[in-house]
């Protein structure tokens, strides 16, 4: 196995830090669409634990891909949404969901039991399909 100081520099390292965990690229990809409450990424991920999403959630701030809006109200809220560098992920995370969409296929995996949802899938695959025929 590599040391850390073999690593140091290598950009696969340095990408997989923000989307090598067990949760992050769907956290990622849950703050896609814009502002969204803590409560409504947490319902959204199921199995993921509320101190979990937090540190992915600091984690992410610090780093600079995630910003975090909190409004003086009662009960107070708090929203957070992509930067501009949190959304220059998505691209890539869009890939590796269509990616592993196609392996899985691949592997005679039937649709209905993809973890990831079909709507998800449908949207990339009008995204794909829409960005491809630009250039015709």
């Known amino acids: 196995m590599a040391s850390k100081e073999t690593l140091a520099g290598c950009p696969v390292q340095h990408a997989l830090q923000y ?21 409504v990424l947490k319902d959204a991920l199921p199995n993921l634990s509320e101190k979990v999403l937090t540190e992915n959630l600091k984690f992410f701030e610090e780093k600079g891909m995630v910003e975090k809006q909190s409004f003086l109200s009662v009960p107070p809220k708090v929203e957070y949404m992509l930067t501009i560098e949190g959304q220059n992920l998505i691209p890539v ?28 899938m449908n949207e990339l695959q009008q995204k794909y399909d829409a960005s491809e025929n630009v250039g015709s």
């Open 19 to 39: 989307i090598g965990g067990k949760w992050q690229m769907g956290i990622l990809w849950q703050l896609r669409k814009g502002a969204t409450r803590f409560n």
């Open 93 to 120: 995370i869009e890939k590796i969901i269509l990616w592993g969409y196609a392996h899985l296929q691949e592997e005679k995996v039937k649709r209905d039991t993809l973890s990831t949802p079909s709507v998800v």
